[in-house]
């Protein structure tokens, strides 16, 4: 293949309308061809907003289109794994919003849908290509705190709306699926391993049934990682990380703006990266490894493996008890 991956976008979520479509569109990588709603109005409205060429009023008509190379999934939770089988048995590669899956075995059928159509699937975890994220992992590799022990993450914001689809428990809302995701996936990645045992806690809210506030405490090899994530506290994000010789903190981890440099400290020391949109890098990268036949960033067995973690959170809120990995 070559010239510019032809995208489709399934869904007119505000995450694909505000920031990955305009950064898909700014990438030199990739070209935004056909946006799909059930609501065909909705569908031509975005597709005018955005300048797109076709508006479909079903997500069928846009996997359909033989022009579109991979489609990006927005979809609610619990129509990512449905959508992403859709899509790749239509000979699309997808890049599927967090989490891919509602548990990690809805996730790990995707393998054998990988190996039949032979399309690449990838989480669209973001900050993992992000250069804040890259400086912070090669600093940790390279010593420059000593040796991992401890990380600590907290991400919060304040949802109460009850038509918001993050507070519906049948689509996969909540606050761990939401957002807890990410300290969990940059914990194994920091800590380059998987896990041990994984120690829950979680409120639910009585009317949505739906994890309002939720701890973790994960249990690596090398050291231990807590984590803290809510719909229902005061917005704010950090994750820092805790060596034998030093420290990072991650300032703006998840939401990194991209019309302003980010910076990281190291203990006292303030380290600016570049003005970037995470966004477009991601998309970029994944649009390089299907024409160049290169790995992808994050392949799809992470997201599997981070799915296991989540369903080991839950688990163990429900338990009362530590709980291996499954």
Not at 41 to 65: M, Q, T
Not at 254 to 261: G, M, S, T
Request: aromatic fraction near 8%; hydrophobic fraction near 40%.
């Amino acid at each position: 293949m070559s010239g510019k991956v032809r995208w489709g976008i399934l869904g007119t979520a505000k995450i694909a309308l505000a920031k990955v479509i305009p950064a898909l569109q700014r990438s030199p990588w990739c070209e935004i061809v056909a946006i799909a709603s059930r609501n065909l109005a909705k569908a031509k409205a975005a597709a005018r907003e955005l300048n797109i060429a076709k508006a479909y009023g079903s997500y069928e008509e846009l996997l359909a289109d033989e022009s579109i190379d991979a489609v990006y999934n927005p979809l609610p939770n619990h129509l990512h794994v449905p959508y992403t089988i859709k899509a790749a048995e239509a000979g699309k590669h997808v890049l599927c919003e967090k989490p891919i899956a509602l548990n990690a075995d809805e996730a790990r059928t995707l393998l054998a849908v990988r190996e039949r159509t032979g399309m690449r699937i990838q989480e669209a975890f973001m900050v993992r290509t992000h250069p804040q994220w890259l400086e912070t992992r090669r600093l940790i590799q390279t010593g420059r705190i000593g040796t991992l022990r401890s990380i600590t993450g907290f991400f919060n914001y304040f949802n109460a709306d009850p038509a918001n689809i993050r507070n519906h428990l049948e689509f996969g809302g909540g606050a761990l699926m939401d957002i807890g995701c990410y300290p969990i996936t940059i914990s194994r990645w920091m800590f380059a391993a998987e896990p041990h045992g994984v120690l829950g806690l979680i409120e639910r809210d009585p009317a949505f049934g739906t994890d309002t506030l939720t701890s973790g405490v994960l249990e690596f090899a090398q050291g231990h990682s807590t984590f803290t994530c809510s719909t229902r506290l005061a917005p704010y994000q950090r994750m820092i990380f805790f060596g034998t010789e030093g420290r990072i903190e991650v300032l703006i981890p998840f939401n990194a703006p991209n019309d302003q440099p980010t910076e990281i400290l190291l203990d006292s020391e303030r380290i600016g990266l570049p003005v970037c949109d995470q966004y477009e890098i991601q998309g970029s990268l994944f649009s390089q490894a299907l024409r160049q036949n290169r790995e992808q960033p994050i392949p799809l067995e992470d997201a599997i493996s981070n799915m296991a973690v989540i369903d080991a959170v839950f688990r163990s809120a429900s338990t009362g008890q530590w709980e291996d990995i499954q």
